[in-house]
C-alpha cells in the first residue's frame, strides 16, 4: 500500500490527479466478489503500474456488464468505461479516452446522474481537455465536478477537484490562483497521510515560486512530518531536498546544510538510497553558496559519480547548470563544458517533454507538483539562457586538455548552430539577425580560441612528453637494464611517440586551416619512399594476421616531391588500413599513369568500409564513421583530412572507393615532375669526396654527431653507424660508397680484430673505399690492424681538418691514378 | 665536452643531462637566462643549449645578449631547444643569432646530431678528434 501510495504521489498532478479517487476506492468493496467486480478491482490495481492491463481488465468488466439484465447494468457499463477511460490516459491514448469518457458520461447522466461516478467521470474528461491544452473545456469539467462532490458531501473528492483547478492555474503561471485553490483543498481534506503530502507539498511548490520562501519552508515542514507517518524515506529524501534549496533561497545556508544532511542521512539504504547523488547536488549548492567552490566540485563529483553525462535525468539539469559554473570558475574547463552540455541536452528535454504529452506525466514526476510549469517557465526563458550559454561559451577559452575539448567545442558549434535556427523560427527576422551577429561573433570567438588552444597546448604537451620520451630514450641508449625492463622501456617510448605523433597531427590541422602548410619540393625517389613503407608497414600488418601485398610498377626513379610529406600521406593511409581492417589483406600499389601525366599510389584493404554518404566527410577533420566506430576504432579522426591537405599541397588529389564492408581503396594522385635520375650514379665510383656517400662508424653517439657534423658539409650525404653489421648491410644494399671506420667501435678489444678484419674485408671486396682511425693507445695492436685491408688509416687523436684533407686527397689520388691508367692504356 | 643548459624545468633539465650522460658529455644547468648569462662568462662552455620561454629574461634576449659579449663568449654556439611551435620561431632564432633549433620532445639522436652540426660549423676543422 505504502509503496502504490508512493507512486500515487509522484503522479498527482495533471491526469494523475484522477487516480487518488481510483486509490481509495477499494474500501467499498462488497463482500461478495462477482466476475465484474473482480475485474473492476483488478483494473485499478494495475493502472498505476501497467495501464495496458488496466486497459484489459476494464474491457473484460465492460463485456460483463454488458451481459447483466439488472438495474445496475449502466452504472457498471459507466463504471468499466470509466476505467477503460483512465487507463487510456496512462497510456496517452487521449482521443480514444476523451470518446469513452464522453459515452460513459451520456450513460451517467441518464442512469446516475450527480453521483460521485458522475464526478469522477468529469475529471477524467477534464484532464483530457487539460492534457490536449484546451483549458477551458477542462477547467469546466472540473467545475462541475467539484460542484457534485460538493453536493453529495465527499469533501476528499472536492479536495482532489481542487487540486486539479489549482493545476490548471499554475500551469497558466498564475501562482496567486494556484495558490488560491491549493489552500482551499487543504482546508476541506488533509486527513490521510498521503493526501497531506501531496496537498503541503504543492503548497510549498506554489510559495516557493511566489517565493515566499518561509511560507514554502513550513509546508514543506508539514510535507515532510506526513512522509514520516507513511514512513517513505524515499518521499522524505525528496522533500528534504526541496527544503533544503528553498533554504538556500533564503540564504539560511546552515539550516539548508543541515537539512540536506538529514537527507542524506536518509539515504543510506532502502528505497531513498537512489536519491542520494541528488542530495550530494542540493550540498554542491548550499557549499557553492558558501562561496566554497572547492567543496561544491567535490559534492557535484559526488552526486555525478559514475553517471553518464549522455544520460542524467532531467532532475539533475539544475546541478549540471550549476556543474558549469562551478568548474567553470575553477578552471577546470573541460567538466565545465561537461556539465554545459548535459544542461542543454536537458533543457531541450525539457522542451520535448512539454511538446510530448506523455511525457507531462515523466515531467510531473520528477518535481512531484506540476514540473509543467517551469517547462514553460523554461521556453519562455530559453532566449536569454540561449544568449547566456553563449556568452559562457566564449569565456571557455583556455582549455585543459585536447581531444576532448576540441572535439566539444565542435560539437557546441554545432550546437550553437542549431540553436540559431530554432530561433530564427521563433523571432522576427530583424530580431534573429541580431542574435545571429552575437552568434557569429561567439563562433569567432570559438574558432579563435580554438587555435589559441591548439598551439598553446601543443607547448603544454609537448613538455610533459619530452620528460616520458627523453627518459624512456635514455633507459633504453643506456643499456643498464634488464631484459623486461628493458622492454617497459620501449613501451613507453612507443606510446609516448604515438602521443607525439597525435599532437603533431592537431598542430598540422591548425596549420592547415589557416593555410600555413609548408611544403619543400626536392628531387625524390618513389621507389625508396614505398619501400620504406612497405618494410615497416609490413611487420605491423603482419602482427595484426593480415597479408599485405606490394605492387609497384614502373616508375620515374626520380620526382619533384616533398619526400616527407608523402611517406606522411602513405603512413597515414597505410595506419587507417590497418585499422579498420580485420582480417584479409592491404595492399600498396603505385603505378605511373604516363598518359595522364601522374603517379598513382594505392592503398587497399579489405575492411569494414566507408558507406557512399560518409565518403566526402571522412575527409573532414575529426571525423571518423559514426560514434560507433570511434568506439572500436580509436583516434582523432585527423589522419585523412591532413592527407588531403598534404595531397593538394603537393599539387595532387586523393580518391576513394568503397563499399561497406567489402573495403576501401584510397587512391593518391600526384603530378610527375620528372628530374634528371641520379640513380644511375650511384652504380659507379664517386670522382670526389663531394659525390660520395660517406658511412660512419663510431660507437660513442657524441663523437658520432660531432663527426657526422665534420664530415656533412663536404660530403654528398651522410649516414651514422654503431657497429660493423649495420655497415655490412649498408654496403650490400648499396647506400654508401666509402666508410669511416673508428677502429676501436668495431673491436673494443684485442679479441674482437676478426671482426674488423672481416668487415674491411668485406667493404674491399664491395669495392667501397675504407678510412680507417685507429688509436694507438686504444688497446689494439698497432702492427695487426695495419695489415687489415684499407684505404687510408689515420692514428687518433686527429684533427678535423686534416681527416678532411686525407677524405680528399683519397679522391684525388683516385682520380690522379684512373687518369694515369687510361694514359697508359692510350701509350 | 662541456654543455651549459639553460632551462627553468627541472624535468627538462634532468632528460637532458641524462641524455648527454650517455653520450659522455658533461651538463652545467642554469635555471634562468640571468644564470645562463653569468654561467657562460665565468666557465668554459663548448655548446649552450637554451630555452625559449622562461620566467624573467626569454632564451633568445640571453642569445642576444651573449652575442653582445667579448670572445669567446660571443661566439659560443647555441642550440635553441624549445617546445615553441609557432611558424615564425626559426626566423627569430636567426634573428638572434642562434647556431640551430631543435624541438621538444628532445630527441638523444637530434640532439647531438645538432651539437655535432653546430660544433662543426662554428668550430670548423679545429675539432680534434680522439
Not at chain 1, 208 to 224: H, P, Q, S, T, V
Not at chain 1, 524 to 536: Q, V
Not at chain 1, 634 to 656: Q, Y
Request: glycine fraction near 6%; charge should be negative; proline fraction near 3%.
Amino acid at each position: 500500500m505504502r509503496v502504490f501510495l508512493a507512486s500515487m504521489l509522484l503522479f498527482c498532478g495533471l491526469a494523475a490527479a484522477v487516480t487518488p479517487v481510483i486509490a481509495q476506492e477499494p474500501a467499498q468493496q462488497t463482500p461478495s466478489v462477482s466476475a465484474f467486480d473482480e475485474a473492476i478491482e483488478a483494473a485499478k490495481t494495475e493502472m498505476m503500474a501497467d495501464p495496458e492491463k488496466a486497459l484489459a481488465h476494464s474491457e473484460r468488466a465492460l463485456k460483463l456488464a454488458e451481459q447483466q439484465s439488472d438495474q445496475s447494468k449502466d452504472q457498471n457499463r459507466a463504471t468499466a468505461l470509466w476505467l477503460k477511460a483512465e487507463a487510456l490516459i496512462f497510456l496517452n491514448r487521449l482521443d480514444d479516452a476523451s470518446g469513452i469518457a464522453t459515452e460513459a458520461l451520456g450513460i451517467v447522466e441518464a442512469a446516475a446522474p450527480s453521483t460521485k461516478l458522475h464526478g469522477d467521470l468529469l475529471r477524467s474528461r477534464g484532464a483530457v481537455s487539460a492534457m490536449s491544452g484546451d483549458v477551458q473545456s477542462a477547467m469546466s469539467d472540473y467545475q462541475a465536478a467539484f460542484e457534485i462532490f460538493r453536493e453529495a458531501g465527499i469533501t476528499r473528492s472536492q479536495a482532489i477537484a481542487l487540486q486539479d483547478l489549482g493545476q490548471i492555474y499554475w500551469e497558466a503561471g498564475d501562482y496567486e490562483r494556484t495558490l488560491n485553490y491549493y489552500e482551499q483543498a487543504v482546508e476541506l481534506y488533509n486527513d490521510d497521510p498521503g493526501f497531506a503530502l501531496s496537498n503541503h507539498n504543492n503548497l510549498g511548490e506554489t510559495y516557493k515560486m511566489l517565493e515566499r520562501f518561509a511560507d514554502a519552508e513550513r509546508e514543506y515542514g508539514l510535507a515532510i512530518e506526513a512522509a514520516r507517518e507513511l514512513e517513505s524515506p524515499m518521499l522524505e529524501t525528496r522533500i528534504l531536498s526541496n527544503l533544503a534549496l528553498v533554504q538556500v533561497e533564503q540564504s539560511e545556508l546552515a539550516k539548508a546544510s543541515a537539512t540536506a544532511d538529514r537527507a542524506l542521512a536518509l539515504t543510506r539504504n532502502g528505497e531513498a538510497a537512489d536519491w542520494r547523488n541528488f542530495v550530494y547536488g542540493v550540498q554542491a549548492r548550499i557549499a557553492y553558496e558558501r562561496g566554497n567552490r572547492a567543496r561544491a566540485a567535490q559534492f557535484l563529483d559526488q552526486a555525478f559519480a559514475g553517471a553518464d553525462f549522455e544520460t542524467t535525468d532531467l532532475v539533475y539539469r539544475e546541478f549540471h547548470e550549476l556543474g558549469a559554473q562551478v568548474f567553470d570558475e575553477l578552471g577546470q574547463q573541460q567538466k565545465a563544458l561537461a556539465h554545459l552540455r548535459a544542461f542543454q541536452r536537458l533543457d531541450s528535454q525539457a522542451r520535448d517533454l512539454v511538446a510530448d504529452a506523455s511525457s507531462q506525466l515523466l515531467a510531473a514526476e520528477f518535481d512531484f507538483a506540476n514540473q509543467n510549469l517551469r517547462i514553460s517557465q523554461l521556453k519562455q526563458g530559453q532566449l536569454e539562457r540561449d544568449i547566456q550559454i553563449e556568452r559562457e561559451r566564449s569565456e571557455f577559452r583556455t582549455m585543459a586538455f585536447v581531444g576532448v575539448a576540441v572535439a566539444l567545442m565542435i560539437v557546441l558549434a554545432l550546437t550553437l548552430g542549431a540553436l540559431i535556427s530554432i530561433r530564427r523560427s521563433r523571432n522576427e527576422v530583424r530580431e534573429a539577425n541580431d542574435e545571429l551577429t552575437v552568434v557569429n561573433a561567439d563562433l569567432e570567438h570559438a574558432l579563435k580560441a580554438k587555435t589559441d588552444f591548439l598551439a598553446m597546448t601543443s607547448h603544454e604537451i609537448r613538455t610533459p612528453l619530452n620528460g616520458i620520451l627523453g627518459t624512456a630514450q635514455v633507459l633504453v641508449a643506456s643499456q643498464s637494464i634488464d631484459e623486461d625492463n628493458l622492454k617497459r622501456a620501449k613501451l613507453i617510448q612507443s606510446a609516448g611517440q604515438t602521443m607525439k605523433a597525435l599532437v603533431d597531427d592537431l598542430l598540422d590541422v591548425a596549420k592547415m586551416e589557416s593555410g600555413e602548410v609548408s611544403v619543400e619540393l626536392a628531387p625524390t625517389s618513389l621507389n625508396a619512399i614505398l619501400r620504406e613503407a612497405g618494410s615497416l608497414w609490413g611487420d605491423k600488418l603482419a602482427e595484426k594476421g593480415l597479408d599485405f601485398f606490394e605492387d609497384v610498377g614502373e616508375l620515374p626513379a626520380t620526382v619533384e616531391t616533398d619526400g616527407g610529406r608523402l611517406r606522411q600521406i602513405i603512413f597515414n593511409l597505410l595506419s587507417n588500413a590497418v585499422k579498420f581492417t580485420r582480417e584479409g589483406s592491404v595492399t600498396l600499389r603505385a603505378f605511373h599513369k604516363v598518359e595522364a601525366g601522374q603517379i598513382a599510389i594505392e592503398i587497399a584493404d579489405t575492411g569494414i568500409g566507408i558507406p557512399e554518404d560518409e565518403q566526402k566527410q571522412i575527409f573532414e577533420a575529426f571525423h571518423q564513421v559514426d560514434n560507433a566506430t570511434t568506439r572500436e576504432f580509436s583516434g582523432t579522426g585527423l589522419g585523412l583530412s591532413i592527407c588531403r591537405n598534404l595531397a593538394n599541397a603537393l599539387g595532387g588529389t586523393i580518391e576513394l572507393s568503397s563499399a561497406p564492408g567489402e573495403g576501401s581503396i584510397f587512391r593518391v594522385l600526384l603530378p610527375v615532375i620528372e628530374v634528371q635520375s641520379h640513380v644511375h650514379e650511384s652504380l659507379k665510383t664517386p670522382e670526389a669526396l663531394s659525390d660520395c656517400r660517406l658511412g660512419l662508424i663510431e660507437a660513442n653517439p657524441m663523437k658520432q654527431a660531432i663527426l657526422a657534423g665534420l664530415v656533412e658539409p663536404h660530403a654528398k650525404s651522410v649516414s651514422s653507424m654503431q657497429n660493423a653489421d649495420q655497415c655490412i648491410s649498408m654496403i650490400d644494399n648499396n647506400q654508401i660508397d666509402h666508410v669511416v671506420v673508428d677502429a676501436g667501435s668495431v673491436a673494443s678489444t684485442q679479441d674482437d680484430l676478426p671482426a674488423l678484419r672481416d668487415l674491411l674485408a668485406h667493404a674491399q671486396q664491395a669495392k667501397i673505399s675504407t678510412t680507417l682511425l685507429l688509436s694507438p693507445t686504444g688497446g689494439l695492436a698497432l702492427d695487426v690492424v695495419s695489415q687489415f685491408q684499407h684505404s687510408q688509416l689515420l692514428l687518433k687523436p686527429v684533427a678535423g681538418d686534416a681527416l678532411i684533407a686525407a677524405l680528399q686527397e683519397h679522391y684525388s689520388t683516385e682520380k690522379n691514378m684512373s687518369g694515369s691508367n687510361s694514359l697508359a692504356s692510350a701509350a | 665536452m662541456r654543455v651549459l643548459y639553460v632551462e627553468d624545468n627541472a624535468m627538462n633539465r634532468q632528460v637532458v643531462k641524462d641524455m648527454l650522460d650517455v653520450a659522455g658529455a658533461s651538463m652545467v644547468e642554469a635555471t634562468d637566462a640571468e644564470a645562463g648569462l653569468r654561467a657562460v662568462q665565468e666557465q668554459d662552455f663548448d655548446v649552450v643549449l637554451m630555452d625559449v620561454r622562461m620566467p624573467g629574461m626569454d632564451g633568445l634576449t640571453a642569445v642576444r645578449e651573449m652575442r653582445k659579449m667579448q670572445a669567446p663568449v660571443c661566439d659560443l654556439p647555441v642550440i635553441v631547444v624549445t617546445a615553441d611551435t609557432s611558424p615564425d620561431l626559426r626566423e627569430r632564432c636567426d634573428a638572434a643569432q642562434a647556431n640551430d633549433v631543435i624541438m621538444k620532445p628532445v630527441a638523444l639522436e637530434e640532439l647531438l646530431a645538432s651539437m655535432g652540426r653546430v660544433l662543426a660549423n662554428t668550430k670548423g676543422t679545429d675539432i680534434v678528434l680522439d
